[in-house]
């Protein structure tokens, strides 16, 4: 069975026009460009909505000309720290103290986006998990939500939710160790 | 890498807010509505006087999340 599309292979899908590789691509990075922009930049909810469409907007424009499709990832965080600087900037028009902030935010943020990537390759070894494993560990970690909640949603016990997690958590770590004896194609959902 | 370290990675990227990206998800079909709409406002002085007045408006008649990326392009067709 085939895995998921590469990035480099949804781009060229994109390109040629197909839809539903574009929603793929979108739903692939739109954890990474949102982080980026609320939890690197600190943007304000209504600017951060702003910007996330804008970044979205510019990739769909140049993706056309995108010079190398496997080198989509560091191209997208690129334009993603530009634009929310851009939207900092203009913030701080009107509030010429933050002047400094924007600077201590943009130094910060070489680290904050290496944490991200990191995070995006973990994300994307969740692809090869069973549904109901990937689901639950999403649910917890990513969505915060109680065991009482993820037990609902799945219709399993809620005080079998741990150990699950702890199951699943080592199944990722084998699919890692897997990833980095062989090279994987990059990408995230 | 430890499971915990994994744990720690996972919180790092909760989902984006639902709405934002089923717009971004939709831009293909936006552009190309926006391309249908602008097209049509030329030959239509009302409906491009309804564009011009309230482009959210107009986007919704046409089924599509005025979102500010979409507007944006709207208005940008509109004066180019």
Redesign the interface.
């Known amino acids: 069975m085939a895995g998921p599309p590469s990035d480099a292979e949804l781009i060229a899908r994109c390109r040629a026009g197909d839809d539903a590789a574009w929603a793929l691509l979108v739903e692939r990075f739109a954890r990474y460009v949102h982080a980026i922009l609320t939890r690197v930049y600190r943007l304000a909810p209504r600017v951060a909505e702003d910007t996330f469409h804008e970044v979205f907007a510019r990739v769909y424009e140049q993706l056309p000309k995108l010079r190398d499709d496997a080198a989509f990832r560091p191209w997208l965080a690129q334009l993603t720290r530009r634009l929310a600087i851009d939207a900092l900037r203009a913030a701080a028009r009107e509030r010429p103290d933050d002047g400094e902030l924007i600077e201590y935010l943009d130094i910060a943020a070489d680290d904050a986006i290496t944490e991200l990537e990191q995070a995006l390759t973990v994300r994307a070894a969740l692809w090869d998990l069973p549904d109901h494993c990937a689901d639950v560990l999403d649910r917890f970690f990513a969505r915060d939500e109680s065991y009482a909640t993820i037990g609902a949603a799945l219709g399993i016990p809620a005080g079998t939710i741990a150990s699950r997690i702890s199951r699943c958590l080592e199944r990722v770590r084998s699919i890692l160790e897997g990833r980095s004896a062989t090279p994987a194609p990059s990408g995230g959902r | 890498?430890?499971?915990e370290r994994?744990?720690e990675?996972?919180?790092?990227?909760?989902?984006?807010?639902e709405p934002?990206?089923r717009?971004?998800?939709e831009?293909?079909?936006a552009?190309r509505e926006i391309e249908r709409l602008v097209a049509h406002a030329r030959a239509d002085a009302e409906l491009s006087a309804a564009l011009a007045a309230d482009p959210e408006v107009a986007l919704r008649r046409a089924g599509l999340e005025p979102?500010?990326?979409?507007v944006?392009?709207l208005r940008a067709r509109l004066e180019g």
């Open positions: 890498m430890r499971a994994i744990a990675l996972l919180t790092d990227l909760p989902p984006a807010p934002w990206v717009a971004a998800q831009l293909p079909r552009r979102a500010p990326c979409v944006a392009a």
